[in-house]
């Protein structure tokens, strides 16, 4: 096994963080699993995690808003230059780009250097397992701008790991008038119930779509896929309603998988597949600070770093009622 070398000093505008919490994200589970994820293979030795937190160590100069020991939650998206897209905020698309646990090691580490802009203070009462969840959130967060959720319509979430989950609790808060969620995993489905669905599908043994329409006549307003799936994409696509909006934010294995363009054309819908998060963190940060949305109803186990194998096998082979894995240093 590889170790990494000693930081260096941060630079200007650079900020010097001890990361002490990660949660494990499905992409990350990609890697794990496929050693790939979107396209991108992994290199060995690779660091994954990128919902970190942590604490300042030191800062650069022209950082005069942070000190060590303050705690942070970390963007892991990095923007190395400015260009057409940052500068109309859509950041997430910045053409010079690097993320942690792709193009840079990701956060199952001790140290990293980041820019100030790619960290967030919170409170001193916050616990680092809080603050890493500001960045699957936030991911949330823009699904729902992208969908243009309005108060009292009907959403359906195909896909209930931790986004899928998170994307019931969003919806719930957001005012929706009934939500449908399907997976095929019954402790995930019993967690969208307590989060606020009101019909949970096992879709091994019924059909969401049914219950959809059984609920709302004629469909959902929004529907969020959580899955990535040949099979959890058409079936989002036969739950809209006409003129219904699609978000899909898991990520497929295969860069081609088989869609019936002809239900979408049937509903004129309006079909989003999303890019992490575009500045959503610090709205990520206020409701969890408020209490409206809590980390402990997604994160369902806690590892030390060096259980941090145990953690990634338990989430790919769905054991002892996982939901999602947080890792603690």
Not at 296 to 322: C, L, T
């Amino acid at each position: 096994m590889g170790v990494l070398p000693d930081p260096p000093d941060p630079g200007p505008g650079e900020v010097l963080v001890r990361l002490r919490a990660s949660g494990v994200c499905g992409s990350d589970m990609h890697t794990f699993s496929e050693g790939a994820v979107a396209g991108t293979e992994a290199d060995y030795p690779c660091v994954l995690g990128h919902e970190p937190s942590g604490e300042v160590v030191a800062v650069g100069r022209d950082v005069a808003d942070l000190a060590p020991g303050a705690k942070v939650a970390v963007e892991p998206f990095i923007v190395r230059a400015e260009c057409e897209f940052t500068r109309t905020g859509r950041q997430n698309l910045a053409l010079a780009n690097e993320f942690m646990g792709r193009e840079i090691p990701g956060a199952l580490r001790e140290y990293a250097v980041l820019p100030r802009r790619n960290l967030i203070q919170i409170p001193d009462g916050m616990s680092f397992g809080d603050a890493a969840f500001v960045e699957p959130l936030a991911v949330l967060l823009h699904s729902y701008e992208l969908a243009d959720l309005r108060m009292g319509e009907a959403v359906a979430v195909v896909g209930t790991g931790p986004i899928g989950l998170i994307a019931v609790a969003l919806a719930k808060l957001a005012g929706a008038s009934v939500i449908v969620a399907a997976d095929r995993i019954e402790h995930r489905l019993d967690r969208a119930r307590k989060l606020g669905a009101d019909v949970a599908v096992n879709v091994d043994k019924d059909s969401p779509v049914d219950a959809v329409m059984d609920l709302t006549g004629c469909g959902a307003h929004v529907v969020i896929d959580g899955a990535g799936k040949s099979e959890s994409i058409n079936n989002s696509l036969a739950c809209l309603r006409p003129g219904g909006r699609l978000v899909i934010v898991g990520i497929p294995s295969e860069s081609a998988i088989p869609i019936n363009l002809w239900t979408a054309l049937d509903r004129e819908a309006r079909i989003h597949v999303q890019k992490r998060s575009n500045g959503n963190d610090h709205e990520a940060l206020e409701l969890l600070k408020r209490g409206q949305i809590r980390s402990q109803d997604i994160i369902s186990h806690r590892f030390a770093i060096d259980q941090g194998q145990e953690a990634f096998e338990m989430m790919a082979a769905y054991r002892e009622g996982v939901i999602k894995p947080l890792i603690e240093w």
